[in-house]
C-alpha cells in the first residue's frame, strides 16, 4: 500500500498559469505535512510547511484535509522558475517522501 | 556557512568494494539522516541519528552501516557493493524531529558495476 501517492504529471502550463497538485496519505496518525520542491539533480528544499488552517506563502497556497487525508498545493502565477519536481512529505514519526510531480512551465 | 556538504560527489564502484560516504554539517543540528533517491522511487531513509553517539535503522537499512562520532558528521558505509545499491544518497540535518525542516546535502551519485 502506498503510504503518499502524488500525480506524477508532468504538468505543462504556460507562463501565468495556476496549477495545483494533489496528493493523498494512507496513514490517519500522520502528524505533520510539507511541500519540498527539487530541482533537477539537485537536493530537495522545503517549499513550505502545510498547517491545518491552510497557508499561504506569496504565489503558494498549501492545504490540508485531514478528514479525507487529502493535500494540496496551488500556484498562481507560474513563473518560469517554478519549473521543478513538487515532493508531498508526510511526517509519520519520519518524514514518508511521495515520488513527486512535475511541473514545467514555459514561456 | 556551507550548510550540508557530502563527499564524493560521485562514485563507481564494483560489486564486492567497499566505501564511505561522509556528510558535515555545521548548523549545529542534533538530528542528521541518510536517504536514498532512485528513479519512480520517493526517497526513502536509510539510517538516521538524534545525535553525536546515536544511530537508529531507517526504511531500507539492509546493506548499509552508520557512525555519528562527531556531532557534525554522519557516515555512511557500504561494505561489500552491490549493483541494487547503485542511487543518489542525500544526507540531510534537522534542528529537531522530523517535524522540523531537513536541510539536504548536494547528493552521492554511486554507481555500482
Known amino acids: 500500500r502506498k503510504e503518499v501517492e502524488q500525480d506524477p504529471g508532468p504538468f505543462n502550463v504556460p507562463e501565468g498559469a495556476t496549477v495545483a497538485f494533489n496528493c493523498t496519505y494512507s496513514n490517519s496518525a500522520s502528524q505533520s505535512f510539507f511541500w519540498y520542491r527539487q530541482d533537477c539533480r539537485k537536493e530537495p528544499k522545503l517549499l513550505m510547511s502545510?498547517?491545518?488552517s491552510g497557508n499561504e506563502d506569496g504565489r503558494f497556497t498549501a492545504q490540508l484535509n485531514r478528514a479525507s487525508q487529502y493535500i494540496s498545493l496551488l500556484i498562481r502565477d507560474s513563473k518560469l522558475s517554478d519549473s521543478a519536481t513538487y515532493l508531498c512529505?508526510?511526517?509519520?514519526?519520519?518524514?514518508?517522501f511521495g515520488k513527486g510531480t512535475t511541473l514545467s512551465v514555459s514561456s | 556557512n556551507a550548510g550540508v556538504t557530502q563527499t564524493p560527489k560521485f562514485r563507481v564502484l564494483k560489486t564486492g568494494q567497499s566505501m564511505t560516504l561522509l556528510c558535515a554539517q555545521d548548523m549545529n543540528h542534533e538530528y542528521m539522516y541518510w536517504y536514498r533517491q532512485d528513479p519512480g522511487m520517493g526517497l526513502r531513509l536509510i539510517h538516521y541519528?538524534?545525535?553525536?553517539?546515536?544511530?537508529a535503522k531507517g526504511e531500507v537499512p539492509d546493506g548499509y552501516n552508520v557512525s555519528r562520532l562527531k556531532k557534525q558528521n554522519f557516515l555512511l558505509g557500504l561494505e561489500s557493493a552491490a549493483p541494487s545499491q547503485t542511487s543518489v544518497y542525500f544526507c540531510?540535518?534537522?534542528?529537531?524531529?522530523?517535524?522540523?525542516?531537513?536541510?539536504f546535502g548536494p547528493g552521492t551519485r554511486l554507481t555500482v558495476t
Open positions: 541519528s538524534v545525535g553525536e553517539g546515536t544511530t
Open positions: 540531510a540535518s534537522s534542528y529537531g524531529d522530523s517535524s522540523y525542516e531537513q536541510y
Open positions: 502545510v498547517y491545518s
Open positions: 512529505v508526510v511526517n509519520m514519526t519520519a518524514l514518508i
